[in-house]
């Protein structure tokens, strides 16, 4: 999220998206073609998305890292759902948070961080 933050300010969102599908590929080749139409949805989103918000929401990410008793105040069902690829964050601190709340709880086999996106289907 640093890095996010730092890149945003001294590259085009261009340069940071192309540095951002190298992290999140591990330098291999990023391999979309199970969902047809991710890498253009993916992009589009980022392409729409204003700096000041990215910015901004990589702030709130870094400055407060436990939201489980604001979850909790919700009194709405919740439901906790990653990749066992996940990258983002802590699958450990995922799955206290989920257990905290009382959440429903799902690890996605072979997903990342938006397992919606990358397997839908799951």
Do not use: N
Not at 16 to 29: I, N
Not at 63 to 92: I, K, N, Q
């Amino acid at each position: 999220m640093r890095a996010l933050r730092a890149g945003l300010a001294v590259l085009s969102k261009e340069r940071v998206w192309q540095a951002m599908c190298w992290l999140d590929s591990r330098g291999e080749e990023p391999d979309t073609s199970d969902v047809p139409g991710l890498a253009d949805f993916l992009l589009r989103r980022w392409s729409r998305t204003r700096i000041a918000q990215l910015r901004g929401a990589g702030r709130l990410l870094l400055d407060r890292r436990d939201g489980t008793e604001e979850l909790l105040a919700l009194r709405t069902p919740l439901h906790f759902a990653y990749g066992t690829d996940e990258m983002v964050w802590s699958t450990a601190d995922l799955a206290a948070a989920a257990a905290r709340t009382g959440a429903h709880h799902t690890v996605v086999a072979g997903a990342g961080h938006s397992p919606t996106c990358r397997t839908p289907r799951s």
